[in-house]
């Protein structure tokens, strides 16, 4: 069941449409992760859920009520921002206990709750320290351990890795499903970076244009994209995509890419004399030096190692260029010379998308 419900969610800021007739349905004790490019809509979400920011048009429930009429302090809602928004003239400890103070608490649960968080987050250490004197991971934690320390039934989180170095963004990857399940909150994660969505998200929510083109487990989002844009934002090196038309012939069904042949492991007879476009993830690209049936012949250009794997560029015929990506491969780790070979594709892994909408065909 829905815990938190958005429907038809409107905003305009003059004539640019913001979020368009956005709808959302969070389960309780979720975390969601909102992801899409600047100027989706992401933020301008978070703060309409907050109360912050009134709708156009929509409505937001949370546990079956209507939070039309519901101010920002009422809601339950805390949101933390990546720019840590730290009060600069208080310690770390009394950041943090800032929610417990307006809610007039005692002293001594304000305490325990602060070294509670505090340890959780691993900053217990730093509590008498001005933010002037915490690292960024440091700041980044006591912003969040203000959002978290009065146990929030939804917590909002503005892309809060984005301004912490890239040791405190694994590590907090790592540290953040375990948080979150153990402050049993509604977590809505808004970030431009698509492994920390696949890395945090029990959903992923991918927001284009103000609406939501997919809401799906990471694997869903990764490998059944429902359009050629979901496709294209996910993975590194990209997805491959070419447009072709696939034919009968007596290998199987083929299609041409880059003036070469190449038959397609998975036949799809109801696109056969149809225009569409072919997407294959790079993992998913085989390359070798030897012959095999239905594989095209390319060159292999460019190598670059990429930490475990090995990406690999390759060229068909006419100079099309095909990213083709394998577990760390020592033989070709240091080759820079051009070196002829085939390419052919995994089985069960072809994508096939609308040239004209995108969409998964």
């Not at 069904?253 to 790079?282: F, K, N, S, Y």
């Not at 239905?294 to 292999?300: C, E, K, Q, S």
Request: positive net charge; aromatic residues 6%; proline residues 6%.
């Amino acid at each position: 069941m829905s815990y938190l419900k958005l429907s038809g969610l409107s905003k305009a800021f003059g004539k640019k449409q913001v979020l368009d007739g956005l709808d959302l349905e969070v389960r309780k004790g979720e975390c969601l992760v909102v992801f899409g490019g600047s100027g989706s809509g992401k933020t301008t979400l978070l703060r309409h859920i907050a109360g912050v920011m009134e709708p156009d048009a929509g409505s937001i429930s949370l546990g079956g009520q209507d939070l039309g009429d519901v101010g920002p302090e009422a809601r339950g809602v805390a949101m933390a921002f990546q720019n840590f928004a730290l009060y600069p003239h208080m310690t770390a400890f009394e950041n943090i206990a800032s929610p417990l103070r307006a809610r007039r608490m005692g002293e001594a649960e304000i305490v325990n709750r602060v070294q509670e968080v505090a340890r959780l987050l691993r900053i217990d250490h730093v509590l008498s320290h001005l933010p002037k004197q915490l690292s960024n991971g440091q700041k980044q934690r006591t912003s969040l351990g203000r959002s978290l320390v009065h146990k929030p039934p939804v917590i909002l989180l503005d892309d809060p890795l984005r301004n912490v170095d890239a040791k405190i963004r694994f590590e907090m990857r790592l540290e953040f499903p375990k948080l979150f399940k153990a402050f049993g909150s509604t977590v809505l994660y808004v970030t431009q970076d698509y492994r920390e969505a696949l890395a945090l998200g029990d959903r992923i929510g991918v927001l284009v244009n103000g609406r939501f083109q997919q809401i799906d487990s990471p694997s869903g989002i990764y490998r059944n994209p429902r359009t050629r844009e979901v496709a294209r934002l996910f993975g590194d090196p990209p997805i491959n995509l070419f447009e072709v038309t696939p034919r009968a012939g007596g290998a199987g069904q083929t299609v041409d890419i880059g003036g070469q042949t190449l038959v397609l492991p998975d036949a799809r007879p109801d696109l056969e004399g149809q225009p569409c476009v072919l997407g294959v993830r790079p993992e998913d690209v085989v390359f070798s030096t030897q012959a095999a049936p239905g594989a095209m012949p390319v060159a292999l250009e460019a190598v670059m190692p990429f930490n475990v794997r090995t990406i690999t560029l390759l060229k068909a015929g006419s100079g099309t260029e095909i990213l083709a990506s394998r577990p760390e491969d020592t033989e070709l780790a240091g080759t820079r010379e051009r070196i002829p070979g085939f390419a052919h594709l995994s089985a069960g892994r072809t994508m096939f998308f609308d040239r004209a909408t995108g969409a998964r065909l």
